[in-house]
Nanobody, 125 residues
Framework: QLQVVESGGGLVQPGGSLNLSCAAS????????IGWFRQAPGKEREAISC????????NYAESVKGRFTISRDASKNTVYLKMNSLTPEDTAVYYC??????????????????WGQGTQVTVSS
């Protein structure tokens, strides 16, 4: 019943922007941290951003800090990832994931339990 679904991926030119969405269903978003991950072929899965269950704390990996912004619209049960200044190194399948937790700080370290199917982001000229 607990489910998250990513959308918004696609092809974008270097330097461009893309906005990903993570729609949650089957659980109250206010009780769950949401993380964004990405994985390119042959590479390890990388945690890139997260937002805590109270929606107040956000974390970013160094690889995306200053370029990506995570946000939440609780009324729509949706978390967003705005990606700016994209480079070919950002090409990957992007996943969102959720975990029920009261921890409001260390969301990049959480073991997420509900995973979406992924959405492809390709940055190329």
């Amino acid at each position: 019943q607990l489910q998250v679904v990513e959308s918004g991926g696609g092809l974008v030119q270097p330097g461009g922007s893309l906005n990903l969405s993570c729609a949650a269903s089957g659980f109250p978003l206010e009780y769950y941290a949401i993380g964004w991950f990405r994985q390119a072929p042959g590479k390890e899965r990388e945690a890139i951003s997260c937002i805590t269950s109270n929606g107040r704390n956000t974390n970013y990996a160094e690889s995306v800090k200053g370029r990506f912004t995570i946000s939440r619209d609780a009324s729509k049960n949706t978390v967003y990832l705005k990606m700016n200044s994209l480079t070919p190194e950002d090409t990957a399948v992007y996943y969102c994931a959720s975990r029920q937790t009261w921890d409001q700080v260390r969301c990049l370290d959480f073991q997420y339990e509900q995973w979406g199917q992924g959405t492809q982001v390709t940055v190329s000229s």
